[in-house]
């Protein structure tokens, strides 16, 4: 009686050995239908690259920058005036620039843009404009443009930052964006300014139970209003 031999399984042609021709072929197949893997690639929480507001004549009122895109002030200036030109003429909401997403909006004499990946969701970026947009709109008291801009410029920069962090989109709801806002100034240390009007009051109130001002308070009172004066002309001179 002839023992039976145990002979190896045929691998289909083009199959890998080891049974593994399933997982290949799905791989390949994966490959042919995506060759560039945009549709397989993980979803980023980083989707915001940059936002910055320019005036009418194309010139940087505020930025931020969230990753290495644009590494150098002047590289970032220089992408700010290709977005200007293209932008600036157009009824258009949203362009396509150096491989980056860029939707944006003007108000009077500022336009504003908020710029990401030519791969990310462009109602996201549309939603972060429209927060920007609708929360400074409120803090301005609906004058958008750029004088009341200048006059708010710390705030303004605070709005940004409550809706985006890193390049990463916490709010967007205005008025979640204002109230946090408003809750950020309230905790705030004293600035300079309002130290030195707290300094200021009171020296005046130590003097009130004197006959006259003395030659001293009048010389601080004198030199705080001098200070004011020149921050108010300094504020002046960047709108002309």
Known sequence: MQRAEARPRQQPEGAAPGGGGGGDRAAAAAGAMDPTGLLFQEPSLYTVKAIFILDNDGQRLLAK??????PSTKEQKSFERSVFTKTHKTDSEIAFLEGLTIVYKSSIDLFFYVVGSSQENELMLVAVLTCLFDS??????KNVEKRS??????????????????GVILESDPQQVIQKVNFRVDDSPLSEQSVAQVFLSRLVHMSLGAESVSPCTNYLLAQGRVLQSAKEQIKWSLLK
């Open 65 to 70: 920058y969230y990753d290495g895109t644009f």
């Open 136 to 141: 400074l709109n409120h803090m301005l008291r």
């Open 149 to 166: 801009l200048l006059d708010n410029l710390d705030g303004a920069f605070l709005v940004v930052d409550e809706i985006v962090d890193g």
